[in-house]
């Protein structure tokens, strides 16, 4: 099962600033396709993929990669 809080994570990002999603993927260097099946869950996000869209939209991959909170105790 692929996790999809990255992918939530750019998805808010792109709506927040107003881009379509076709956008991001072009200057990703992705087809409509290939990002659509990794904001969906169907393709996994790599590191690379992370750089990719991050320069694209001009963000810190720590943007979209966020340690889970610890519990104490």
């Given at each position: 099962m692929v996790d999809l809080k990255i992918p939530r994570r750019i998805q808010g990002h792109i709506n927040d600033?107003?881009?379509k999603q076709r956008?991001?993927?072009q200057k990703s260097g992705y087809t409509e396709k290939q990002f659509?099946?990794?904001?969906?869950g169907r393709k996994k996000i790599t590191a690379v993929d992370i750089e990719r869209i991050c320069f694209a939209l001009n963000v810190s991959p720590s943007e979209f990669?966020?340690?889970?909170?610890?519990k104490v105790g």
């Open positions: 600033i107003g881009l956008v991001v993927a659509s099946a990794m904001m969906t990669i966020k340690p889970e909170s610890q």
